[in-house]
C-alpha cells in the first residue's frame, strides 16, 4: 500500500475512532455535560473555519487563480449542501432533553425511552446510518489533505474528530437507553465512525497518483468549500444551541487563533527544517563535485597514459618499419653483390673461352 493512503489512513482512523469517545462518554456518565459539547463544537468550528479559508481554498486560489480556485470551492458548497439533504441530521437534544440541566427531565425521558424503545433503537441506528454517509466524504477530504502535505491531513483529521464526539454521543445515547447495553451503544458508534478510513481505503485505489497538480489543487478547494458548508450549516447551530451564542462565538476565535498559532511555530520549524535541508543539499552537492573532480582527473591522467602508450606503439611501429627497411636494403645490396660476383664470373668464363679458342686457331 502507498505511504501516502497509510498515512491518510492514520489520520482518518483518528478522527473516525473519535465517534467511540463521544460513546465513552455515554458509557461512563449517561447524561454528557452539553454546555461543554457546544464549546467543543465551537473551538472545532474555528478549526475547520481557518482550514477551508485560510489555507484550503486560499492554496487553490494561488496556484490556478481566483476564478478557477472560487469555481472549485463552491462546487465543494454545491456538492455537500445536496448530500446533505439526503442525510439524516444527528441530534442530541431530544432523546437527553432540551438542555440536560434538570434531572427530573431526563428521568422522565428515559421513562418514556423504556416505553418506546423498538422506536428509540430505531432512531439510534438511522442516525448511525447517517453519520456513516457523513464520514466517507470527510475521509476523502482527509486523504486529498494527505496528498497536499502531512499538515493539511493532520489539521483536517484534528478538527474532524473534535466534530465526531458529538455524533458518537448522538449515535450511542439511544442505543444505550433502547439496550441498556454499553457494548452495543459504544460498538455501534464505532462502526459509524470506520465509514472515515473506509472512504480513504476506496479513495486510495481509486485515485490516480500522478495527477494533474493543477486538479489537485482545485480538489482541494473542493474540500474547504466541503468543510465550510459542514461547519455553518452543522457546527456551529450545534454549539449555539449547546453552549449559548457568546461561548460559541468565543469558542470558534479561540480555534481559529489556535490554529493560525499553531500553523506559525509549524511554517516556522518548516523553514528551519528547510535550511538544514538546504545545507545538506549544498554539502552533498560539494561531495559530488569533488567525487566529479577525482573523476575526471583520474579521466585525464588514463587519458594521458592512453596518448603516452599510442605514442610509444607508434614509435615502436616506426623503429620496426626502419629496421624493416634497412634489412631490405641489406638484401638488396646483398643481391646486388651477388649479381655483379655472378656477372664477373660470366666475364671471366667468356674470356677464358676466348683465350681457348685462339689458341685452337694458332
Known amino acids: 500500500m502507498d505511504s501516502q493512503v497509510l498515512v491518510a489512513l492514520g489520520l482518518s482512523m483518528l478522527g473516525g475512532l473519535s465517534t467511540s469517545l463521544g460513546a465513552l462518554f455515554v458509557v461512563i456518565s449517561q447524561t454528557p455535560n452539553l454546555k461543554m459539547l457546544g ?49 439524516p441530521e444527528p441530534s442530541i437534544t431530544p432523546i437527553s432533553g ?27 441506528i438511522i442516525t448511525a446510518v447517517g453519520i456513516s454517509l457523513h464520514n466517507f ?36 445515547l439511544p442505543v444505550y437507553f433502547a439496550t441498556q447495553s454499553k457494548w452495543q451503544a459504544f460498538k455501534l458508534a464505532t462502526l459509524s465512525g470506520l465509514a472515515e478510513p473506509l472512504g480513504v481505503i476506496i479513495v486510495g485505489y481509486l485515485f490516480p497518483s500522478s495527477l494533474n497538480p493543477e486538479i489537485l489543487e482545485g480538489l482541494l478547494g473542493a474540500v474547504g468549500g466541503v468543510m465550510a458548508f459542514l461547519t455553518l450549516h452543522e457546527m456551529l447551530p450545534l454549539a449555539f444551541d449547546y453552549a449559548g451564542q457568546k461561548r460559541a462565538v468565543k469558542a470558534v476565535f479561540f480555534g481559529m487563533a489556535f490554529m493560525s498559532a499553531r500553523d506559525g511555530v509549524e511554517k516556522k520549524g518548516g523553514t528551519d527544517e528547510e535550511e538544514v535541508l538546504k545545507e545538506e543539499d549544498e554539502n552533498k552537492n560539494e561531495k559530488h563535485d569533488e567525487i566529479n573532480g577525482e573523476d575526471e582527473d583520474d579521466e ?63
Open 39 to 87: 464549546i467543543l463544537q465551537g473551538f472545532a468550528a474555528g478549526l475547520m473555519l481557518s482550514i477551508s479559508f485560510f489555507d484550503l481554498a486560499h492554496n487553490a486560489i494561488n496556484s490556478i487563480g481566483f476564478l478557477k480556485g472560487n469555481l472549485w470551492f463552491f462546487a465543494g458548497v454545491i456538492f455537500f449542501a445536496l448530500v446533505s439533504n439526503f442525510i
Open 98 to 124: 432540551a438542555k440536560g440541566k434538570k434531572k427530573d427531565g431526563d428521568d422522565r425521558n428515559k421513562d418514556i425511552m423504556k416505553k418506546h424503545r423498538r422506536q428509540v433503537l430505531f432512531s439510534g
Open 137 to 172: 466524504p470527510e475521509g476523502m477530504a482527509v486523504f486529498l489533505g494527505s496528498m497536499k502535505g502531512l499538515r493539511v491531513g493532520l489539521n483536517l483529521a484534528l478538527a474532524i474528530a473534535l466534530h465526531n464526539i458529538p455524533e458518537g454521543i448522538a449515535v450511542a
Open 300 to 362: 585525464e591522467y588514463k587519458k594521458g597514459d592512453e596518448e603516452e602508450g599510442e605514442e610509444k606503439d607508434e614509435k615502436e611501429s616506426e623503429k620496426e618499419n626502419e629496421d624493416e627497411g634497412e634489412k631490405k636494403d641489406e638484401k638488396k645490396s646483398e643481391e646486388g653483390d651477388e649479381a655483379e660476383s655472378e656477372k664477373d664470373a660470366e666475364e671471366e668464363d667468356e674470356k677464358d673461352n676466348d683465350n681457348v679458342d685462339g689458341d685452337v686457331e694458332v
